[in-house]
T-cell receptor
Framework: AQTVTQSQPEMSVQEAETVTLSCTYD???????LFWYKQPPSRQMILVIR??????QNATENRFSVNFQKAAKSFSLKISDSQLGDTAMYFC??????????????FGKGTKLSVKP | EPEVTQTPSHQVTQMGQEVILRCVPI?????FYWYRQILGQKVEFLVS????????KSEIFDDQFSVERPDGSNFTLKIRSTKLEDSAMYFC?????????????FGQGTRLTVV
């Protein structure tokens, strides 16, 4: 069974600084997808970034980037130039390709990020 | 931009009562999901639905739960005889079919409070 572990329950960062959120996972699959979702106080889950396991290049979306280490089963999220609006709960999630499952996501417990002015 | 909508945003119900949580997925999506998040805990998969039937369910999704797509737009989660421990945020999600379309779009959630 796949598991996702986020070892940092809470983190804080000063505005404009950089912060890295950690995520490790366990799977015997070779092909899969990894995601970071953001859940602000409004509660709606928003996709931040995704990574296909077969791609060696780390995904980047503006201020958000990942460090994907497949052999180590590590998938960390780096937020550069942190903004107050980045304050939220961040969830790491794992998904097998649709052919191997019905696409359900397995989430970690989340990291609560606070960006301080 | 298309979005997943859920109603109601908050529902309070008495223990033992039945509740129906409603979701309108994105119109051209074919895979539908319900997730649950107990306050302060991780988001947990409940069930996935494709081609008008349950395709996968977790151990949480026992006989008190059921899902239905009664028409071409709604996707509902019914909880029979609610228990206090059913109090949680329930999220609906949908996904377009196809291996390259892997993003799940989530609704804003329904907060269920069982008293």
């Amino acid at each position: 069974a796949q598991t996702v572990t986020q070892s940092q329950p809470e983190m804080s960062v000063q505005e404009a600084e950089t912060v890295t959120l950690s995520c490790t996972y366990d799977t015997s699959e070779n092909n899969y997808y990894l995601f970071w979702y953001k859940q602000p106080p409004s509660r709606q889950m928003i996709l931040v970034i995704r990574q296909e396991a077969y791609k060696q290049q780390n995904a980047t979306e503006n201020r958000f980037s990942v460090n994907f280490q497949k052999a180590a089963k590590s998938f960390s999220l780096k937020i550069s130039d942190s903004q107050l609006g980045d304050t939220a709960m961040y969830f790491c999630a794992f998904m097998k390709p649709l052919g191997g499952s019905q696409g359900n996501l397995i989430f970690g417990k989340g990291t609560k990020l606070s960006v301080k002015p | 931009e298309p979005e997943v909508t859920q109603t109601p945003s908050h529902q309070v119900t008495q223990m033992g009562q039945e509740v129906i949580l409603r979701c309108v997925p994105i119109s051209n999506h074919l895979y539908f999901y319900w997730y649950r998040q107990i306050l302060g805990q991780k988001v947990e998969f409940l069930v996935s639905f494709y081609n008008n039937e349950i395709s996968e369910k977790s151990e949480i999704f026992d006989d008190q739960f059921s899902v239905e797509r009664p028409d071409g737009s709604n996707f509902t989660l019914k909880i029979r005889s609610t228990k206090l421990e059913d109090s949680a945020m329930y999220f609906c999600a949908s996904r377009f079919t196809g291996s390259m379309n892997t993003e799940a779009f989530f609704g804003q959630g329904t907060r269920l409070t069982v008293v």
